[in-house]
Nanobody
Framework: VQLVESGGGSVQAGGSLRLSCAASQFTYSRYSMAWFRQAPGKEREGVAGIVFDGRISYTDDVKGRFTISQDNAKKTVYLQMNNLQPEDTAMYYC????????????????????WGQGTQVTVSS
């Protein structure tokens, strides 16, 4: 299984970016995927998660600004990020698990078997 992120970049506060995560050789019919981020000196944290049946979760910091979605045919998960703020600056990682995560487990690093290499998002004020 390989996860490849793209779409990161540098924007000014208030701007938008759309991240993509393409999953190859991922044939599980039941799965969960998520976006995490890690800022310098901080722990990696869950940003948004999506389950194969459409259940979606967000961390409070991004609710109303970020939207996670998936294209099953393309095996791709997206993260639309609007109204970006300097505190959103981080390396963003895609993660996948071959099962249906429930409750708050979506935001736990140990729940995921596969990780991408990350894509950098930098927001300037």
């Amino acid at each position: 299984v390989q996860l490849v992120e793209s779409g990161g970049g540098s924007v000014q506060a208030g701007g938008s970016l759309r991240l993509s995560c393409a999953a190859s050789q991922f044939t599980y019919s039941r799965y969960s995927m998520a976006w995490f981020r890690q800022a310098p000196g901080k722990e990696r944290e869950g940003v948004a998660g999506i389950v194969f049946d459409g259940r979606i979760s967000y961390t409070d910091d991004v609710k109303g600004r970020f939207t996670i979605s998936q294209d099953n045919a393309k095996k791709t998960v997206y993260l639309q990020m609007n109204n970006l703020q300097p505190e959103d600056t981080a390396m963003y990682y895609c993660a996948a698990a071959p099962l249906r995560l429930s409750g708050s487990t979506w935001s736990q690093l140990r729940s995921y078997n596969y990780w991408g290499q990350g894509t950098q998002v930098t927001v300037s004020s």
